[in-house]
């Protein structure tokens, strides 16, 4: 079991900048690790995803070019730095983390992460 805690969430003007960070309760050097976002009325959505290392990264379409996942293994904590953000990016953020090595459902499937942390709030005005 890991726990997963999100900070860093908050309100902001469109345009702006936030970064979030994921912090475990243990070494996750060995894990695939997931951003994903829900706002209201709406199902969870992929947003990024960084292999174990952090060599590999990948992203939804409406958020390349504006957010960027990394990972510092030996803090255990991962990020995302959001910039030039829309009103459109307001939901609640939640990193996930996925041990297994191996492709259950694909890194852009919340069913590939076994372990889901309680979400921050992300607020974009206009």
Known sequence: QVQLVESGGGL???GGSLMLSCAASKPTNN???GWFRQAPGKER???AAID???GNTAYADSVKGRFTNSRDNAKNTIYLQMNVLKP??????YCAA?????????????HQY???GQGTQVTVSS
Do not use: I, K, L
């Not at 459109?88 to 953020?93: F, G, I, K």
């Open 114 to 116: 076994a372990y889901w």
């Open 52 to 54: 174990w290392s952090g």
């Open 45 to 47: 959505q992929f947003v």
């Open 31 to 33: 894990y695939a690790m």
């Open 88 to 93: 459109e990016d307001t939901a609640v953020y």
């Open 98 to 110: 996925d041990p297994s090595f191996r492709t259950v459902a694909g890194p852009e499937s919340p």
């Open 12 to 14: 902001v003007q469109a």
